[in-house]
């Protein structure tokens, strides 16, 4: 079956950076269209980045080039990363996998098939 599982999350200084993985098993990743969401208690879930199974990427414009995603189709992993991060980063960030193209037609409405368990993001002032 389809596993997603993030790793990588954790405490960080205001300004700083971190770098989030995700592996992949059960499905043919590199034919796949790959993505993060976060996610706060009591909030929207915000996509944050989508990556095709040729690499192209996009964001929201409101991360103003802070975060880029990348994969590895040979390790079957994506990744994350954040650079100068923000108090209003803090969230649970999901990897997610489904077919291209993903429906939603904002990135507060996508809605891939599978998702991970999520990793937790602080960030300290």
């Known amino acids: 079956q389809v596993q997603l599982v993030e790793s990588g999350g954790g405490s960080v200084q205001a300004g700083g950076s971190l770098t989030l993985s995700c592996r992949a098993s059960?499905?043919?990743?590199?034919?796949?269209?790959m993505g993060w969401l976060r996610q706060v208690p009591g909030q929207e879930r915000e996509g944050i980045a989508t990556?095709?199974?040729?690499?192209?990427?996009s964001y929201p414009d409101s991360l103003q080039g802070r975060f880029t995603s990348s994969r590895d189709n040979a390790k079957n992993t994506l990744y994350l990363r954040m650079d100068n991060l923000k108090p209003e980063d803090p969230a649970r960030y999901y990897c997610a996998a489904d077919e291209c193209p993903w429906s939603g037609g904002s990135w507060f409405d996508l809605q891939p098939g599978y998702w991970g368990q999520g990793t937790q993001v602080t960030v300290s002032p």
């Open positions: 990556i095709d199974y040729d690499g192209v990427t």
């Open positions: 059960g499905f043919s990743f590199s034919s796949y269209c």
